[in-house]
């Protein structure tokens, strides 16, 4: 089964909007199509970036939050978080990403960002925008 790491970007995305390539990301790891690798650092940016005000504005609420890092925690597969990388200046929050995904021995990024996306391959893991990643699952 196919490993993936989901940015935060995705994650948020696909909870705060019904629609788009996100939130079907999201229900294809709800039905089980793929593994979600994560970290304990990841999670906790989740439940942080979904407690912006700017987020709230979508009508988001505290036990929706709750319920999605729950979700993470129960459901994905968590790596230990030991490993350090330092290969995004821009943007260093970006490089748990990629040390969730070489810890997790994934398969796939899937992120929207462009730090991430420059690499468009990192130490063999395929870096891919959230339709590509759609279009892959579908093959």
Do not use: C
């Not at 490993?3 to 019904?18: A, E, F, K, W």
């Not at 996100?22 to 790891?29: G, K, Q, S």
């Amino acid at each position: 089964m196919l490993r993936v790491v989901l940015d935060t970007n995705i994650i948020v995305s696909g909870t705060i909007q019904g629609r788009g390539n996100p939130f079907l990301i999201m229900e294809e790891w709800r039905k089980g199509h793929f593994l979600l690798i994560t970290s304990e650092a990841l999670v906790e940016e989740v439940g942080r970036v979904l407690s912006y005000p700017r987020i709230q504005e979508y009508g988001v609420t505290s036990s929706q939050i709750q319920g999605v890092i729950r979700a993470l925690r129960r459901y994905g597969i968590s790596t230990p978080g030991k490993l350090k990388v330092l290969d995004i200046t821009e943007d260093p929050s970006d490089n748990q990403v990629l040390s969730a995904a070489i810890e997790g021995n994934a398969d796939y990024i899937v992120s929207g960002d462009q730090h991430l996306q420059k690499f468009r391959r990192y130490k063999g893991i395929a870096i891919l925008t959230p339709r590509e990643f759609l279009d892959n699952l579908k093959r």
